[in-house]
């Protein structure tokens, strides 16, 4: 042995190489508990927060799902049909059968192997009786519904704590015309939501999970049981001075935190275990050990990247999962605006239909009685138009139809409407009418603007109008009365020669009824043979001899009495009974007998 490499040195070598590898054992030991804490507490981290946004996607697609069911054709029939008055026997019975099972299915989850996302679901109206219900057996709890309340709001979603269980109800309003009618309220499956909040979790993961609210708190999970000591008793809490990982997460729409709890990572003294009283006696297996922990440190760092890149691709597809809701909402949407707009708009001229023209009317009539001023209805009818259908041809027609339209919404208000009741039948609504004259000067107007030709492909077309008009409140006092009002008032136009417009007068109104009951008595007459034929004798002036007779008609009718010819021929030749009157007055045994009878030659009937 050389001198320098004395016991001493040795002894220092020794030393200091023993020495290095307790620091090496030290160093390594404390940096990786350290990233192992740190990587655990991300992982949590991201845990809690992938519950968090678990939860409130599952309570955004239950809101949305309810909504859908709340705005179903069958839930708009059944009430359609109450209000039109059916019986259970007729119809409504029907719409309730359906109505049931629309509800069953809420409770159906898309996938069987799924728990459902509800446990219950019941229609109310608003007068608290239940119209349908999928636990029939269980009483209904009404003690946090609210109906004067919930009624106001689209969805509202409701907690209360009832007989020491957290019941968790989301209630949505079903409208009918725009008016909410019943509420439908649906009872969280709370199976699926502690499902939802336990996925990441298995017996040995040292967690305590419990969902909390301002009402009460629902219990979710808990292996904390075998390492928690004796004072934790508490299903709810936990001392965080032995479970030191404590986490909170807001749940986004819903009145929810998430709290948890973790067991934390076992600190061995190092300066005290068995271990390293086996280093500092073999100096050989430090070295071996400290490999050794090194592998178990980077195993658990794989686990925990690996759990980490799980929870990433979940989140992923989640998100794209997410995404695809969003654009499968946003069309619905668009498909619904597009119907709604359908439904109330005239597809050919896209101005207001006769349903939509009726509720803007009912608005502008609310609105006048607010306001204390009147409201001008315009019955407008084109005139000859059928001409132009039959000459020109439907497409010529509905050029014409288009460019009316045009012309009528460019001569009045935006806040006017203009509306195509049907055919070549337009409506058109004038709000805060001060009175006659500014009537009188909006009809010459609206008159004025048929004035000018219509120009279909290289021809010009002429045509006139005839307009209808009745004033709210001094004709009528609602939007139907007011309507046949204008109509009345149209008809008299039409009967006067058309191309001109006239105001509504209580006489129009025995006049048509006057009209309607010799139709309906004419028919009676047609049958009975009630028509009387008179005869007056053509005298040839030059010879003084009778030469012919000239039928005429009368008619004496037992409820309305005398009824002149030029009346009755008139409603005979509107409604298709001229026919049956001239064959009346040809029959055999109308003819006169005796001294005339050689002298018959029928002139004319009338």
Known sequence: MPRW???????????????GYLLLILTVTNLGQNKLEESRDNELHLRISHYGELLSNYFKLAKHNL????EDKVVI?????????????????????????????????????????????TLVELNKNIIADSNSTLPFNYQDLNISELQKSKQTLLV???NDTLIIRLSTTVYFHNHPIALLVAEFNKAQMTSLLTTLEYEGSGSHITLRSTKGDLFIWDSLAATSHAEDTDLHHHNDLIHSFHLTEQIIGAPFIIEAWFEDISHNDLFTSKWFVVVISLLGFPVFLTLYYLFYIEHKNAQLHHQISDSKKRRQQLSKHNSELENEIKKRELSEKKLAYQATHDSLTGIPNRSYSLEKLNYAIARSQRNHKKVLLMYIDLDNFKQVNDTLGHAAGDKILIETSLRLRGALRKTDTVARLSGDEFMVVINDLEGLEEATQIAVKMHHLFEQPFQIE???FHTSSSIGLAIYPDDADDAETLLKCADMALYKVKGDGRNNFNFFEPKMNDEVNRKVAINLRLHAALKENNLEMYYQPLIDLTTNKIIGAEALMRWTDSELGFVPPDEFIAVAEKNNLMRSVRQLCFTDSSQPSGTMAKYYTVTNCR
């Open 77 to 121: 029939t059944f009430f359609a049909n109450k209000s039109a008055g059916m019986s259970m026997t007729y119809g409504l019975g029907a719409s309730l059968f359906n109505l049931r099972e629309m509800i069953e299915r809420q409770l159906i989850s898309p996938q069987d192997k799924l728990t459902p996302v509800f446990s219950r679901v």
């Open 160 to 162: 209360n704590e009832f």
């Open 458 to 460: 290289k021809h010009l």
């Open 5 to 19: 490499f004395t016991q001493k040195k040795t002894l220092v070598i020794a030393s200091v190489t023993l020495a």
């Open 67 to 70: 909504l859908i069911a709340s």
